[in-house]
T-cell receptor, first 113, second 113 residues
Framework: EADIYQTPRYLVIGTGKKITLECSQT?????MYWYQQDPGMELHLIHY???????EKGDLSSESTVSRIRTEHFPLTLESARPSHTSQYLC????????????FGDGTRLSIL | GQQLNQSPQSMFIQEGEDVSMNCTSS?????WLWYKQDPGEGPVLLIA?????ELTSNGRLTAQFGITRKDSFLNISASIPSDVGIYFC?????????????FGQGTRLTINP
């Protein structure tokens, strides 16, 4: 069973606030990912990391930023939240080898008023 | 870019019936993954397929990696109420040196008792 944790699970916050979504995994996985998902829809990759100090943008353009200072931690930050940022954000991790499956956290459901 | 076409989009079945869903693409994938997502939670990995032609079972679930590497199917036998949820296929391939996971649009399964 995957050990990947996201906090908070739900966040309702006003426009203009700075937000950090936390993601931690205890499996020692080198690779970590952030996806954005609207309810019942497919997942879109917004950021990924292959290890400490490595971050890359995904397929879907996002105003968020990420950092990877420690292997187990991959936070996502929105400097100034807007209603268009309302969505579910899912974090995942995987081993470093080719074709390794990704394991997901339970997500953060973000609502910007 | 790479796209997965997942069908059907939704299914309404009676408890005890068998279920079949599939994903097709014009792209060739190295790995096929099937996930299930319950409301308010992250996707949970059900089955991972690594070789063309591979047929893998996990309890009442059976999935196959198509010979052409462009498609995969998932079957669920003798459905039960806890099978309700959204099922996503995901294909993994290498793009410009990076491993990329592409998700289908999901199949929403509803079971009538």
């Amino acid at each position: 069973e995957a050990d990947i944790y996201q906090t908070p699970r739900y966040l309702v916050i006003g426009t203009g606030k700075k937000i950090t979504l936390e993601c931690s995994q205890t499996m020692g996985h080198d690779k970590m990912y952030w996806y954005q998902q609207d309810p019942g829809m497919e997942l879109h990759l917004i950021h990924y990391s292959y290890g400490v100090n490595s971050t890359e943008k995904g397929d879907l353009s996002s105003e968020s930023t990420v950092s990877r200072i420690r292997t187990e931690h991959f936070p996502l930050t929105l400097e100034s939240a807007r209603p268009s940022h309302t969505s579910q954000y899912l974090c995942a991790s995987s081993l470093a080898g080719p074709n390794q499956p990704q394991h997901f956290g339970d997500g953060t459901r973000l609502s910007i008023l | 870019g790479q796209q997965l076409n997942q069908s059907p989009q939704s299914m309404f079945i009676q408890e005890g019936e068998d279920v079949s869903m599939n994903c097709t693409s014009s792209s060739i994938f190295n790995t096929w993954l099937w996930y299930k997502q319950d409301p308010g939670e992250g996707p949970v990995l059900l089955i991972a397929l690594y070789k063309a032609g591979e047929l893998t079972s996990n309890g009442r679930l059976t999935a196959q990696f198509g010979i052409t590497r462009k498609d995969s199917f998932l079957n669920i036998s003798a459905s039960i109420p806890s099978d309700v949820g959204i099922y996503f296929c995901a294909g993994q391939l290498r793009v410009q040196g990076a491993q990329k996971l592409v998700f289908g649009q999901g199949t929403r399964l509803t079971i009538n008792p």
